[in-house]
C-alpha cells in the first residue's frame, strides 16, 4: 500500500469540532485509512503543523470553462446577460477553448481548496480529459438546449448528453462520474423531457438543471400550467434522491417539502444569484425542511471567481439578509453545506475526513493577521479564511498542490493558453 500522512495539523471533524489528529491516506484506494493522534509509517508526509486541515471543498454547481468569460460581461440581469453577451459568445466555442478554460478553472479551485465539482457545459469530452490530467473529481453533464434550435438539432443535443452521460461515467480511476443536464424548466421543450429524462433515469444517471434561478422563470410557468414549476418538474421525472437543481431562489414551502420528500438537492450559488440581482435564496428555510442544500460558484462569468471560501461567507452573510436573523445559517452550517451539503448533493463520499471517507482534504494556513485570533475555527471558515490560505490540496490520495506549488498543472502556461483563446474567441463573436 502506498499511503500519505497528513501530519501536525489540527482536523476539521465531522460534527464541526476541530482537535489534534493526523491523518493517513490510502493512495492505492483513494480513501481516508485513519484519523489519530501519533500515526505514522506513511510512504509520504505532508506537514500541516500549525494549519487547519479540513475536507476538500466541493463546488456543486459551475460552468468551469467559463473562466474564459471572465469580466466579460458584467452588471445585466441573468436573461439579458445570456441572450445578448454570453450565449452569442459561446456560439464560437471551439473543443480547445472548452479544455483551456477548464484547466484554468481547475487550476484556480486546486488553489483554493476545492477537490471536486459539479460542471455543465459544453464539449465534455474534453473537460473529461482535463479532469482526469489534473487529479480532481468531478460530476460531469453535457449542456442539453431546447430554445433556438429545430427539433431535429434539439434532439442530436440531447442525444449527445445522454450517449455522454453512459460512455464517461466511473472514467479517470473513479474520478470522474456524469449527469444528464437539461439546461432549465424554460429552455427546455416538454416533450425533450418527455423523451430523455425517463432514459437518464432508467440508466441510473442522476439528473441536475437549473430551477427557480428568478421570478422570469417562476412566473411563466406559474401563469401557463397553474403550478409551481418544482411541480411540474416532478411531474416530468426530475426529482428523485439523486437529482438536483441549481439556485432554487425563488421557491415556496410546498417546493421545499416536495423537494425534501423526494430526496432532492438544492445548490445555492449566492455570489451569482447577488450579481445577477436574482433573489436571496432561502437558504435557512431549505435546511429546516430537510433538503439537503450544498453550494457553488456558478461560473465565473457571473461571480467571477472559483474561489469557494469566498461563496461560503456570501452564504453565510446573503442568508442572514434572507431569513432577517442574525443567526441563520451559521458559521457550522455555511461550512457543512460547502462540504458535506455539497458531496451529498453531487452523490460522491467525500466532505467529511473520517475513515473510509474519499481521501479529499485541503490544509489551510492559519499563519495570518486576519485569522489571528484563534477563537473559533470554524468561523474563520466561515467568515475569514480566504482561497489563498490554502497551503496543500489533496484529492483522491494525490498531492495536487504541495506548499501552495500545483503539483498537476503547469499554472503559468495554463493561464497563457487561456488568455489566448479568450481573446480569440471572443474576436470571432464580434
Not at 344 to 368: F, M, P, T, Y
Request: charge should be negative; proline fraction near 3%; charged fraction near 25%.
Amino acid at each position: 500500500m502506498s499511503s500519505l500522512l497528513v501530519t501536525g495539523g489540527r482536523v476539521l471533524r465531522p460534527d464541526a469540532t476541530v482537535e489534534r489528529a493526523d491523518v493517513l491516506l490510502d493512495q492505492d484506494s483513494g480513501t481516508i485509512e485513519a484519523v489519530g493522534d501519533g500515526l505514522g509509517g506513511a510512504d509520504d508526509t505532508l506537514d500541516a503543523d500549525g494549519d487547519l486541515v479540513i475536507p476538500g471543498l466541493v463546488n456543486a454547481h459551475t460552468h468551469v470553462a467559463m473562466t474564459l468569460f471572465r469580466g466579460h460581461a458584467d452588471d445585466k440581469p441573468l436573461d439579458a446577460w445570456l441572450q445578448e453577451d454570453i450565449w452569442p459568445v459561446e456560439a464560437e466555442l471551439e473543443a480547445d477553448d472548452v479544455a483551456a478554460g477548464a484547466r484554468l478553472g481547475i487550476a484556480e479551485m486546486i488553489r483554493s481548496g476545492t477537490t471536486a465539482f459539479a460542471d455543465m457545459y459544453f464539449f465534455m469530452p474534453e473537460v473529461a480529459d482535463v479532469v482526469a490530467e489534473t487529479g480532481v473529481r468531478a460530476r460531469l453533464g453535457h449542456g442539453c438546449i431546447s430554445v433556438g434550435k429545430d427539433d431535429e438539432s434539439a434532439r442530436a443535443d440531447f442525444r449527445e448528453g445522454i450517449d455522454f452521460a453512459r460512455e464517461y461515467d466511473d472514467t479517470a480511476d473513479g474520478r470522474v462520474q456524469t449527469m444528464f443536464t437539461p439546461h432549465s424548466l424554460t429552455t427546455v421543450f416538454e416533450e425533450h423531457f418527455a423523451d430523455f429524462a425517463p432514459e437518464a433515469t432508467d440508466a441510473g444517471v442522476p439528473i441536475h438543471f437549473h430551477a427557480n434561478e428568478t421570478t422570469d422563470e417562476v412566473d411563466p410557468i406559474v401563469s401557463e400550467r397553474d403550478r409551481r414549476p418544482l411541480d411540474w418538474a416532478d411531474e416530468l421525472g426530475l426529482l428523485a434522491d439523486d437529482s438536483f437543481i441549481a439556485h432554487g431562489v425563488h421557491v415556496d414551502r410546498s417546493e421545499m417539502d416536495l423537494l425534501a420528500d423526494r430526496g432532492s438537492a438544492v445548490v445555492h450559488c449566492p455570489a451569482s444569484n447577488m450579481k445577477l440581482a436574482s433573489g436571496m435564496a432561502p437558504v435557512q428555510e431549505l435546511v429546516d425542511a430537510g433538503v439537503t442544500v450544498g453550494l457553488g460558484t456558478d461560473g465565473a462569468a457571473s461571480n467571477n471567481d472559483l474561489d469557494m471560501f469566498g461563496e461560503l461567507r456570501d452564504a453565510a452573510m446573503l442568508g442572514k439578509l434572507a431569513a432577517d436573523d442574525a443567526s441563520a445559517v451559521d458559521a457550522a452550517t455555511a461550512v457543512e453545506i460547502a462540504t458535506q451539503g455539497s458531496a451529498d448533493a453531487i452523490g460522491i463520499d467525500s466532505g467529511r475526513i473520517e475513515a473510509g471517507a474519499n481521501a479529499d482534504l485541503a490544509v489551510v494556513d492559519l499563519d495570518a493577521p486576519h485569522l489571528t485570533p484563534q477563537h473559533d475555527l470554524v468561523s474563520h471558515l466561515a467568515y475569514a479564511v480566504r482561497g489563498s490560505d490554502v497551503r496543500h490540496t489533496v484529492c483522491d490520495g494525490q498531492v495536487l498542490m504541495r506548499d501552495r506549488e500545483l503539483t498537476t498543472i503547469d499554472e503559468a502556461a495554463a493561464r497563457e493558453q487561456a488568455e489566448e483563446r479568450a481573446q480569440a474567441l471572443v474576436a470571432r463573436a464580434e
